[in-house]
């Protein structure tokens, strides 16, 4: 079965960095398109980037770039997400998700498949 393990999240200050993980499992994970997509208190759910099965090439929403970088470890089945310069309005409960159909280039979520999620706080 498909599984997606999320951890790594926690409390931090603005300004702070943050590593989350995604452990995957029950398909290929290097011939998927890997994505993170996170949900504010609420607010729907946000797609955040994404990282290319072949190229990994990475993508990202505009709020993020040049803050988070997304990365993937196909040897161990691994995803990740670095979230540097970290802002309150970043606070929201993050998922891994594979399976997000794309329209002209957009995901369409929600994806096939995600994980538990994992709360990320940023407050001062």
């Known amino acids: 079965q498909v599984h997606l393990e999320n951890s790594g999240g926690g409390l931090v200050q603005p300004g702070s960095s943050l590593r989350l993980s995604c452990a995957a499992s029950?398909?290929?994970?290097?011939?998927?398109?890997m994505n993170w997509v996170r949900q504010a208190p609420g607010k729907g759910l946000e797609w955040v980037g994404d990282?290319?099965?072949?190229?990994?090439?990475?993508y990202y929403v505009d709020s993020v770039k040049g803050r988070f970088t997304i990365s993937r470890d196909n040897a161990k089945n691994m995803l990740y997400l670095q979230m540097n310069s970290l802002k309150p309005e970043d606070t929201a409960v993050y998922y891994c998700?594979?399976?997000?159909?794309?329209?002209?280039?957009?995901?369409?979520?929600?994806?096939?498949?995600w994980g538990q999620g994992t709360q990320v706080t940023v407050s001062s």
């Open positions: 998700a594979v399976g997000c159909v794309e329209v002209d280039g957009r995901p369409e979520l929600p994806c096939d498949y």
């Open positions: 029950g398909f290929p994970f290097s011939s998927y398109t």
């Open positions: 990282i290319n099965s072949g190229s990994a090439t990475t």
